[in-house]
């Protein structure tokens, strides 16, 4: 009995980490081939309400109801990017450009300043070291303009990167802008021609996914905007506090910054930091440090709460499933991995599967 329990284990154990390795290579190398499909789908799939509301109520026909909607969501997406990807390239050109400049004119003089005062505290304790100190000092200044120089043709070489590769960016949209156009129209034929091919019992586990997929995703939404909300009413208390002008809209850019992994607020906060020190505004560097500390905790704590709690998952589950997310897949591994074990447990729980 007990050789017959282990070889179920072991099979139990072999099958998940075959379908666990097979969704990683799917969504890992097999999504990014078909992502411009994938997100015409989800974009049909949310216009799907506004396209039947709005062809009940307009003497036109669904198809060029649909048509219409899609060319107005475009349209308005389209332009607002642009608008936006405009201001903060032209913004963020300058600032890579300047900051050689922002070296040499405010951080190098407060380098020199401190190894200077290191020399004098030398030179009554051990004149012997000078020479040493004057060479050490040297490669380091040397050292770090290079770097920021460095630093400076690294990003500058990464924007014409991206400008070269904006072609095939545009091949990419442009298909995605067709299939929606297609999608839209042949919506529920497209839909329906798929659920027929599926047998009832998968075809209801199937909405039972999809329903509580689309919800789930609704209850994260709704969760980082809370999120997002509670680092906008700290940011803007913490700035007014330490006397930054603008705090609102400050604090406003600094919260929407924090909902991108890896970077979040302190991608804006401790560059902030270190140049308000470098500047020799100590005091606010040391507000600015506070502030920055404070969000951290208060967002490591409440982020699995958070989440957790409304996608039904503990605190550390969620925690755990968001890190190794962002990990292996990035952003769609932080947000998918959570939402993956809510779904299995909910599959479980309702018996549509047995995993626990």
Sequence with gaps: MKIEARKIFIINCMYFTILLAAAFVLLKYGLPMVAPFVTAFVIAYLLR????????????????????????????AGLLFTLLCVKMFSNGKTLVA??????????????????????QYLLRMDPSLLGTLEELEGHFVQSAGQMVSGISMEVM????GFASSLPGMFINL????????????????????????????PKEVFMEIQSYVVGTLFVCIRS????????????????????????????FLIAVFDILPVLGTGGIMIPWTVITALMGSHGLALGLLVVYLVITV????????????????????????MFV????????????????????RYLNETGAIRLL
């Design 49 to 76: 309400r506004p396209i039947c509301f709005a062809s009940g109520r307009l003497p036109m026909n669904r198809k060029i109801t649909a048509i219409l909607m899609v060319l107005l969501f475009y349209s308005v």
């Design 157 to 160: 070489g990464w924007l014409s």
């Design 325 to 344: 997310g962002a990990q292996l897949l990035g952003v769609l591994g932080l947000f998918g991995f959570p939402i993956g074990l809510s779904l299995l």
């Design 224 to 251: 980082y905007a809370l999120i997002m909300t509670i680092t906008f009413v700290e940011l803007s208390i913490g700035l007014t506090l330490i006397g930054v002008e603008n705090s609102l809209v400050i604090a």
């Design 98 to 119: 300047s900051l050689p400049s922002v070296y040499a004119n405010y951080a190098e003089p407060v380098v020199t300043g401190i190894f200077g005062g290191i020399e």
């Design 174 to 201: 442009l298909l995605m802008v067709i299939t929606t156009f297609f999608i839209a129209a042949d919506y529920e034929l497209l839909t329906g021609f798929c659920l027929r091919q599926l047998g009832e019992r």
């Design 298 to 321: 208060v967002r490591n704590i409440i982020e699995p709460k958070i989440v957790g709690s409304q996608i039904g998952l503990h605190p550390v589950v969620t925690l755990v499933s």
